[in-house]
């Protein structure tokens, strides 16, 4: 049990553990789940030995406690044992990180690897049905599902690849729908893509400003900015672009950051903000002439180290 926080030097010990911010990420963890180092590392995107540190912390200062299952230390974080004003202090600290944009990244990686945990029961229960999808994904490979699901789209639309980079989305889609044009401003990328779909006749590659887009008005029945919208200066600009560009109904798909702090990240990148808050970009979406807008963040991959996606959709308002 922690110190009553009448002892001056407990009240400057868990003052000083709280001032720590992946401690204060480890805790809102640890208060509602049990979770091992490696998965910790994993939701943190930190070094085990980062992780360890802070633990060893937080457990001399009696914040966790651990178990062993198997080689595997457990830690969960002692709520019910913490005296009252330790208690306070911590609600209020946890009251003020709700707003945290690096929680919300950790809550979508603590979800996604808590679908993993509950997937690896069912699948010990299912007995020989579990082995199915890593049998079918030996014989025919991953991608069968993803090609299936484009076959869906309308054969007769044309989409707008704006910030089409390197011609990755136009090579998987132009065999599904009548045409595909592609915008970027980097005359390197352009150059890669004009390689990557050589020989497809459906395929056009423009070289333009995506707030100055070089397609006509109404002209197409879809458009994607597909991780494009944090490096454009004026995202306004962009969608409105994009909405002149749609015909009367079209649909505008957008994949891009959730809100995180990692500025080092986005300077390495070179993009011009730190991801959209859903509300944000609803605004932006709207002014621009959108409506039936859906966002919802993805699900991280597995191994992934960048920031977590969101999925943004909207119609051409008529």
């Not at 830690?75 to 929680?103: F, G, N």
């Not at 306004?236 to 560009?245: D, G």
């Not at 079209?250 to 891009?256: A, E, H, K, S």
């Not at 970009?281 to 699900?299: E, K, S, V, Y």
Request: net charge neutral.
């Amino acid at each position: 049990m922690i110190k009553s926080a009448a002892q001056p030097e407990a009240l400057l010990g868990w003052m000083a553990c709280l001032a720590d911010p992946t401690r204060l990420r480890l805790l809102r963890l640890l208060e509602r789940h049990e979770l091992g180092v490696v998965e910790l590392c994993d939701v943190l995107q930190l070094p085990q030995s980062t992780v360890s540190r802070h633990l060893k912390v937080l457990s001399d200062q009696g914040w966790v406690n651990s178990s062993r299952q198997g080689t595997t230390h457990i830690y969960r974080m002692l709520l019910d044992e913490l005296d009252v004003p330790t208690r306070r202090l911590w609600l209020l600290a946890r009251e003020q990180t709700e707003s945290w944009v690096t929680t919300r990244q950790d809550e979508l990686r603590l979800s996604r690897r808590l679908r993993e945990k509950q997937q690896a029961a069912a699948a010990f229960f299912a007995g020989a049905a579990g082995q199915w999808d890593k049998l079918r994904s030996e014989l025919y490979g991953r991608q069968f599902g993803r090609t299936a699901m484009l076959a869906l789209l309308p054969r007769d639309i044309v989409v707008a690849d704006l910030g089409c980079g390197t011609g990755q989305v136009a090579l998987e889609l132009a065999p599904f729908v009548r045409r595909v044009v592609g915008v970027d401003s980097s005359a390197a990328m352009l150059k890669a893509a004009g390689r990557r779909i050589a020989g497809l006749e459906n395929v056009e590659l423009h070289r333009g400003d995506l707030a100055a887009i070089p397609i006509e008005d109404a002209s197409c029945d879809a458009a994607l900015l597909v991780l494009a919208l944090t490096y454009v200066p004026e995202p306004p600009a962009a969608l409105s672009e994009a909405r002149r560009i749609l015909k009367s109904g079209g649909r505008i798909v957008i994949v891009d950051l959730l809100p995180h702090d990692r500025d080092d990240f986005r300077r390495q990148m070179g993009q011009q903000c730190l991801g959209f808050a859903a509300e944000d970009l609803r605004q932006l979406l709207t002014a621009a002439g959108f409506g039936q807008i859906d966002i919802q963040p993805l699900p991280p991959e597995e191994n992934v180290k960048g920031p977590a996606l969101f999925l943004a959709s909207g119609s051409a308002a008529t």
